[in-house]
């Protein structure tokens, strides 16, 4: 059964555990270390951790480092309900805060569940407290969706999985007629805990850090010569825009109140060159973590780049990464197309099927 913390927040990028623990199985033994230098909402990190492998990750974006840090290392319910209970008390006690300018932040939210994301946002310490981080995360998987369908979401009707931007939600709950529900934030926080933390936490910890890939080895300098086998999908190119698209995610987070394109330096490369060299630094980045016979598993697409030419780039940059390494082919590849999109709801014209493709190596 599916262990509930792996949905903990939906996330526009992801691969499913299905297809890492099909890698583990393949490449890894109980006790070995696993590493994702991309981790996104943390699969990788928690699928390996269930099945007995040490798992640590990296991600620059917010969003992604809080989700997969609260996956791999989840506390005790307890602990969270105490932690909630406070948050409780102390905004009934608090003076009212100032929201954001403009129509956005009226129109998605009511003005008491706004009010206290407010709050929460202000005193969270997500960075730094296994508590605060987890509840972070929680209100994140809250934050905004299809709220007509379920009573566990915060915002006026939206996509789970992206933030659309704020004039065009404005104008679409306009036409609609939409308004947003009045939602206790501190009620669905604890309603998801209880979910969440239902079933058995992994007996081991992952450690996610928020951190650039391209210094991955010195973020985790205790993991030296240890990983066993690396499963990632970094940013496909000229595809997905994380500081625009999980914009809203990034504000509770303490980021801008409006989409900033591209404040993230390896979210987006619209130039083949520039994204190639990108993901040679970025594996680089990861030479002082690998080990005679480690396997890497890349799943990866592009708008704009065939298989060849996917499996071509991938095997170059990881030569040129791991050039004290020789680099051998286990496959051509194998080839998966990607899921319908939910956000083709809120954007008509969203681009049809497109494919990503799975190709692994192995370092002698």
Known sequence: MRHPLHSIC????????????????????????VFDPFCGRGTTVFESI????????VDINPVAACIAGAKADAP?????????????????????????????FRACFHETTLQQLLFL????????????????????GALHGESHKTP????????????TKPDYSVRWWSAKGLHPPARDAFA?????????????????????????????????????????????????LDTTDYSEDQWLRLWFLGGAEKPVFKTNKDDRHTNANLYWQFL?????????????GTVIVVRIGGAKLSKDDLFDGVQTSLQAGFSDWR?????????????????????????????????????N
């Open 327 to 363: 680099l051998t082919a286990l496959h051509t590849g194998e080839t998966t197309p990607i899921k319908n999109r939910q956000t083709n709801a809120f954007r008509p014209g969203t681009t049809p099927e497109r494919y990503e493709h799975d190709f692994a190596f192995t370092l």
């Open 76 to 104: 005790r319910l307890d602990n969270v309900q105490a932690r909630l209970a406070e948050l409780q008390q102390a905004f009934t006690e608090a003076s009212a805060l100032t929201p954001p300018e403009g129509e956005f």
């Open 50 to 57: 269930l099945n007995g492998r040490h798992a640590c990750g």
């Open 188 to 236: 669905i926080a604890a309603h998801l805990a209880r979910y969440r933390l239902a079933s058995e936490r992994p007996r081991l910890r992952g450690n996610v850090k928020l951190r650039d890939a391209r210094k991955a080895g010195k973020a985790f300098p205790s993991l030296k010569r240890k990983v066993k086998l690396i499963v990632t999908s970094p940013p496909y």
């Open 280 to 292: 040679q630094d970025a594996w680089k980045g990861c030479t002082s973590l690998v080990q005679q």
């Open 10 to 33: 939906p996330y526009f990028a992801m691969f499913p555990e299905e297809f890492v623990a099909k890698q583990l199985l393949a490449y890894t033994e109980r006790g070995d270390t």
């Open 152 to 163: 566990n979401c915060l915002s006026n009707r939206m996509p789970r999985t992206i933030s």
């Open 121 to 140: 946002r202000e005193i969270l310490d997500w960075q730094h407290s296994r508590v605060d981080r987890f509840i972070s995360a929680i209100v994140l």
